[in-house]
């Protein structure tokens, strides 16, 4: 199967660092011209600069926007007014016991884990429908099926997430315009890769310890291993494809064989 994007123009939202860049990268592999983005200009602007390097003669524009807020939404889509490929990779997370969560902070994370998705969706989706082509790819997490008591109130987005994905699939009905998520498992970002020093120290190489971390920490993945970004960004760039018409409305796993379930 051959997967070519040319001609096709993609954002991934918040992809200064971690899964969004690496979504970009595979993206701008795969010959879509990609909008990176993040709050900064110059961390996005590097990040731009880090793909071209990776994927010689890459389109990529860096937009610095919040995309928190409308008014980050509206300067980006003032930039680009239109889009083939949208992924609201956008995503915030953190440990704190569910009780100490208070309005603010769970405003705080609807806001930026869910709001953002949906207002891109609402400014993207019609040109997509109108031309006929399109998708639309909202990233959530393993915390969206098994609510992870750490960080409830970021399970609880994530979850919402897989409902804004199958009404906006349905909106999107009969169109040529998919919509659907994808469940990233445990994936070795930098965040991530301090979280696993803490815990097993930091005494042994790095492929031992993330080795330590899943047998003691994550024993239901089937890989043992963290996920590398670029595998998160392969399943994005198949379902941004032509040849992934007919799935739609849906979300689709790439976590290591993480959530200990049949389906989704
Ligand atoms: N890491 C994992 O193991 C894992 C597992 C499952 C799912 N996920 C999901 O995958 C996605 C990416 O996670 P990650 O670990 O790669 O995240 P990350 O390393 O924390 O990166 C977050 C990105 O979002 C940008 N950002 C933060 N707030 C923003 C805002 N208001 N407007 C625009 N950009 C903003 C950051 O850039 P600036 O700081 O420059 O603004 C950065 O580029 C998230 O949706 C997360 O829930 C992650």
Do not use: C
Not at 69 to 88: F, H, K, R, T, Y
Request: proline share 4%; aromatic share 4%.
């Amino acid at each position: 199967m051959q997967i070519d994007l040319s001609g096709r123009k993609a954002l991934v939202s918040g992809s200064s660092q971690g899964i969004g860049l690496a979504i970009a990268t595979q993206l701008a592999r795969a010959g879509a011209a990609v909008v990176v983005n993040g709050r900064t200009a110059d961390k996005t602007e590097t990040a731009a600069a880090q793909v071209r390097n990776d994927v010689p003669g890459a389109e990529v524009t860096a937009v610095a926007a919040d995309l928190a807020s409308s008014e980050g939404a509206e300067q980006l889509q003032a930039e680009v007014p239109d889009l083939d490929i949208l992924v609201n990779n956008l995503g915030i997370f953190g440990a704190k016991p569910v009780l100490e969560v208070d309005d603010d902070e769970w405003r705080h994370y609807f806001e930026v884990n869910v709001l953002s998705a949906i207002r891109l969706i609402r400014m993207y989706l019609p040109g997509m429908t109108e031309r006929g082509r399109g998708r639309v790819l909202n990233i959530a997490s393993d915390s969206a099926i098994v609510t992870p008591v750490e960080m409830v109130h970021y399970g609880v987005t994530k979850t919402a997430l897989l409902a804004v994905t199958r009404g906006y699939a349905k909106a999107a009905a009969g169109t040529g315009v998919t919509v659907n998520s994808v469940i990233a498992g445990p994936t070795h970002t930098p965040g991530v890769e301090d979280f696993v020093h803490e815990l097993v120290g930091d005494d042994q190489e790095w492929d031992d310890a993330q080795r330590q971390f899943m047998r003691e920490h994550r024993p239901y993945s089937l890989i043992q291993r963290l996920i590398e970004p670029p595998e998160i960004g392969n399943l994005v760039v198949y379902l941004s494809s032509d040849l992934a018409s007919a799935t739609t409305g849906g979300a689709v796993r790439v976590d290591g064989g993480y959530v200990d379930s049949i389906l989704p």
